[in-house]
């Protein structure tokens, strides 16, 4: 059990890292579109590879959803379609050119939809190395890429997120550290899918910048808050998970959806209270003015 709760903390703050990076570039849907495009990558890096526990076939992966992104940006420039209909296109496509490929040629191999969407947390304990979960290993790896990614790159992201104009009339500078960007959020993606699933993943990357985005008055405040929340939608997960003996990504994406609600209803609340508290007061003010 305190493996589970390590490996799914650490998968929490790599993802609530990159959490405002992926509201701010509009690339919620991005991630849950992902979990599909990412088996057409694991079968054409297993047919290089031969190796399902090489993490040469993450890497793989990785590479070929980023390909996914830039053929949705060929296809806004070229085409002029909206990113909906790129996604639209282009997810399912690939989806099932994964299964295609998948059912011709490697029916008879452990290679299947299983590995990156439903991911289960409690059986990362027995995929060892090192003397710690396989698991660890890779989120912990994806925690020092994108904590590195964010001390390098701060101020230039920054500036592409809140300055920076669409992705097809970037600077080659700016376009370098969006494909940068991208490649931190696919490979933190695809490990998580592996690790924990694809609910669990999307829910700790949409879900804390939900919540964060009410209090931040900047870019640092929404990275630390975001960090927050996710640790706290975890926390308060993997208990109700084990307390309850329920589906710990159910439990996750529940705590995310009912904090969001709550935290929106406060925010609505108290902004009301102090608009009274104005009007009170400007109506008190004007009567001891006519007095």
Known sequence: ????????????????????????????????????????????????????????????????????????????????????????????????????????YYRNVHLDTDMVLMGNPFLIPFQRSLGMPVAFWKMLFCLLLNTAFLLISYRPMKKLLFEGEEAGQMSKSQRRLHYALLFCIVITSISSFDTVGGILTISLFVAPIAVARLYSRNLRDCILYSIAFALLHAVLALILSFRFNISLSGCCAFVGMLDGLVQQYMKKTKRKGAAIGYFHKAKNLQFKNIA
């Open 1 to 104: 059990m305190p493996e589970i709760c390590l490996v799914f903390l650490l998968c929490a703050i790599a993802t609530g890292m990159l959490s405002p990076y992926v509201y701010y570039r509009n690339c919620s849907m991005s991630i849950d579109a992902l979990s599909h495009t990412s088996l057409l990558g694991i079968v054409l890096s297993f047919s290089f590879i031969k190796d399902l526990s090489s993490p040469l076939l993450i890497l793989g992966t990785g590479v070929f959803a980023l390909f996914t992104f830039y053929c949705i940006e060929l296809l806004q420039e070229k085409l002029r379609w909206k990113r909906e209909e790129s996604l639209g296109f282009l997810f399912p496509f690939f989806f099932a050119l994964g299964i295609l490929l998948l059912s011709l």
